[in-house]
């Protein structure tokens, strides 16, 4: 399965030249959590994924919609069939 999130920190963090350390260091967490988060063994809180947005100047709104496809599909995987009707539902109430 695709990490969204954390392909696009990892691009982000890449292109500004900034290695995982410097990461951890603003965030105040372990350089291994943001490996994990980078390669989605580890999932972000929201707190977290916003001051990555803020740290690597990035959309914070974008961060968030990544951050929360990240978590719908690893909650429907291995539910096609449900997961498409499920789906539907909840964008039917999200619309009211």
Known sequence: MVNHLGQKIRELREKQHLLLRQVAAHLEVDTALISKI????????????????????????????????????????GEPKVAYRAMKIANKNLKK
């Open 38 to 77: 980078e390669r989605g063994e580890r999932n972000a809180s929201k707190h977290q994924v916003i001051d990555i947005a803020k740290f690597l100047k990035a959309n914070e709104e974008e961060f968030l919609t990544l951050w929360l496809a990240d978590k719908i599909e690893s909650t429907i995987v």
